[in-house]
C-alpha cells in the first residue's frame, strides 16, 4: 500500500492550491480518505475526510474553504483549498480507513506529505 501526496507549494495569503494523492494497493472505493496536517512545533491534525459514500468531513478552521473530493476510478483524491490563511501551513498527508475511525486512526502508511506554505 503506497500514498503519494502532490500539489503543495507556495502562495499568497487568499490563494489557491489544489493537493493530489494517489492511492495504490488499497480497495479504493471501499474507504473513506482523508488529509492531514502538521504545522511546525504542532502535532499532526485532521482536515478532511470524504466516505465511500461520499458524504465528506471538515475541521471547523477549513469549512467553507476547502473542499474534499475523490476519483474512484483513478485511485485519486483531492483537496481543493481556497482562500488560504498564513495559518493553514503545514506538510499535508493523506491517509485512508474506516469511516468512523478515519480521522482518528487511519490505516495506511504515512508517506512524505506535501509542503504548503502561506505567506501573509
Known amino acids: 500500500e503506497q500514498l503519494v501526496e502532490s500539489g503543495g507549494g507556495l502562495v499568497q495569503a487568499g490563494g489557491s492550491l489544489r493537493l493530489s494523492c494517489v492511492a495504490s494497493?488499497?480497495?479504493?472505493?471501499?474507504?473513506?480518505m482523508a488529509w492531514f496536517r502538521q504545522a511546525p512545533g504542532k502535532e499532526l491534525e485532521f482536515v478532511a475526510a470524504?466516505?465511500?459514500?461520499?458524504?465528506?468531513a471538515y475541521v471547523d478552521s477549513v469549512k467553507g474553504r476547502f473542499t474534499i473530493s475523490r476519483d474512484n476510478a483513478k485511485h485519486t483524491f483531492y483537496l481543493e483549498m481556497n482562500k488560504l490563511q498564513p495559518e493553514d501551513t503545514a506538510v499535508y498527508y493523506c491517509?485512508?480507513?474506516?469511516?468512523?475511525?478515519?480521522?482518528?486512526?487511519?490505516?495506511?502508511?504515512w508517506g512524505q506529505g506535501t509542503q504548503v506554505t502561506v505567506s501573509s
Open positions: 470524504i466516505h465511500s459514500s461520499g458524504n465528506t
Open positions: 491517509n485512508w480507513g474506516n469511516r468512523l475511525t478515519v480521522a482518528s486512526m487511519p490505516k495506511g502508511s
Open positions: 494497493g488499497v480497495t479504493f472505493s471501499a474507504y473513506s
